[in-house]
């Protein structure tokens, strides 16, 4: 979608371009198809917009395009978060949804051991919101989101 500059699409349209890539298999390793797409985008509907017959991404929160001096944004960027999380050693960041919710605010420290080495879907599912201040992430949530961050239990312990 995002490659189609977000235009509209239809589901079996939408199903062919994840077949094509290779986005998502079934369990037995078959191709995704047109109701299971059906079904998830209605599932999720904070992240997909329906228009009759058609589909597109929500635009996306202010929560994320507007944010204060001083904290990052990484989404669909793994090698950047890494990079980011190696450069500021004594920085927080937080795991949020996509669309970030007061109930999955996620604080953890760049040593965590959740995030050590892994790439390919640290910042595809999920985003990370960086900043060398614990106390601004806190802001942010409380008045971006409306809650309260949830410490990681191994940055944390």
Partial sequence: MRENDNQPMTVRDLANAVNERGLYRKRDGSAVEVNQLHAFTSNYEALFKKDGPMIRLREESPMVTSRPPGIELFKDDDDGFLEWLQ?????????????????????????CPHYKGETGRLTKDYIKFCARSRGDLEEWAADAVGGEVTLCGSSFS
Avoid at 87 to 111: A, C, M, T
């Fill in 87 to 111: 450069n500021h050693p004594d920085g927080y960041f937080i795991n949020s949804e996509r669309n970030p919710k007061h109930n999955y605010l996620v604080l953890h420290q760049p040593g």
